[in-house]
């Protein structure tokens, strides 16, 4: 029995889910012995990997079909395509809609070494996810659709990619440049009107003036989109991570307008924070039972913008702001659920 | 296109299965950029994962099932546990009968390693395998059962252990000490006599005069085995690979009998030769369907002793040797292919 070590761990683990505005916590990493610890790798100067190096073979063929689903989702098991029971994908965004350069790009949530960090403990579920189940979340949210089959020869291509996209990187690593990279969110509400104004300024000549975004082609053609639309019926859900608002403006600061890097924002904090509102004041898909999600609710992030919300603070703090108080609410039910673990009065966090 | 370069690769990887008794060839692998190209890792003096070090969170939990599911297998999904629905083994064997030491000895099959190394090209399905797919053919053949589901809690706790132990292993690393270590296989049909006096002198005292291993307790009380059956209706089926006689034979001559690793063979090739053809002489189960296993033919391993036969050698010699002759032919049919795929005559070997 460790119980009193694991209620840290998973505390720290709920901690960097909850206060994610506030500073990125590294992921709790279980201990072992100093010859196996696990190595700290940064993505920041490495060379992308690059699937046209592959030689043609299975692995090499599978990994190119990986990243096609990944850069054409749309073309392939999108909402439009011809064979519906391949239909899994329910808008016509593709995975690098957000996923940036064939998922390699630092800090635009890289699938580069993957492999290596999961199966990972996921608040969302309060479980470990294996990297198949994580493909699905976003299946299910980003994509606002429905999961691969564990044995479709799909998800055996993303797997098999997101190998490709991991090597070199030992298994159980902490990687730099993963997920999105923190910023300082102002402790104030989200500006709706400041934040359309920058959309207008900055992101509305790709995405379109209702958020749009534009078509390759026509409606119906399976062909997607140059530029994603960001609301509407034809994008991620609320559910998704990018739904909440500060995954998204760590997302905006360090990768949009397009061309910016973590090295090159364009948009101040304040910015990316109030743009950030605004798009997430706008409708998109309603994904059902949500209210299931983070079981554990004292890990529940202090962004998720959907009941119950456990911490009394109203459903718009929740959604747009201000969240330092919020992050201060959150680190004391993570320390009280911490103590009640050691008193032997709680579950540990995850199943 | 590069059907070329392909079919060099899968020539290799055919032929590392096909001679296996005369030279263990490296696993081929795709080319990388230099910054990105596959680590080489050696087991042979790195300390071993221990699960005790690890915290009772999540992920520690789950690894710890799976250490406990590959050690007494039999306990907890074997054909004698109480809810018949978790009856996926159908012997009483664990995972680590063959995978010693927790499945992290060298030589001995470690998985150590093996998320850094799936998905890997499997002649026997002639395909790219999941970790996933990897355990159930194991559950299928070396336990005579039925796959796991993909989103059973078992296969999570399996692939969570296997993560666990190949922490710090780069994602696409060669590494030294996995699977088994060559040996030389004298070129001569096993003689089954010899074997006899091999195993009655050095096998029996553990594993029983007729091959029945030793219970723990007694039938039906799904507690195993100290030592397991090698033969009759409790053990590996015909298809699992240590059916395979220049598999066994390496597998015996590092690490038979027990204690020994492969610094301290006590079995000279020739009587580690015998006694892998004396054991794999007796009965056991049969698994149905094994016409369909390595379905490109010219990578089927010469010690497959099973129809259909590609090469013209008759089955006795499939199953007892000489093997040297049947490498020779191994080699010409894969040339062959590799001449028909270059003239466009033939399909890559993987689908």
Known sequence: MKRIRTSALATAAGLALASNAIAQAPAATPSVPEALAPAKVSLLER???????????????LARRGHELATRTFAHIGPEVKDKTKRYAG??????????ESA???FAIPWVGVTSTFPQYRGREDALSTVEERVNGCMERSMNGRALPLDSPEMKAFVTYIHFLSRGIPVGA?????????????????????????FQAQCQVCHGENGEGRRVGVAGDAQGYIFPPLWGPDTFNNGAGMNRILTAVRFIKHNMPQGVNYQ????????????????LSKARPVKANLEKDFPARWNKPIDAAFPPYVDGAPAD?????????????????????????????AQPAAR
Chains 1, 2 share one sequence.
């Open 174 to 198: 902490e990687i730099e440049g993963s997920a999105t990279k923190a910023v300082k969110v102002p402790n104030r509400r989200a500006d709706l009107a400041a934040g359309q104004a920058v």
């Open 47 to 61: 060379p992308q990997p690059n699937i046209d190096t592959l030689a043609d073979d299975d692995y090499g063929r």
């Open 317 to 345: 703090q929740h959604k747009y702001g201000p969240f330092p108080p919020l992050a201060e609410k959150a680190r004391e039910m993570a320390a009280k659920h911490a103590e009640s673990l050691k008193e032997g009065k």
């Open 91 to 100: 808008n016509n965004l593709s995975c690098t809609s957000c996923h940036q």
């Open 104 to 106: 390699t790009k630092p």
């Open 264 to 279: 090159s924002p364009v948009l101040s904090d304040d910015e990316a924070f109030d743009v950030a509102g605004y798009i």
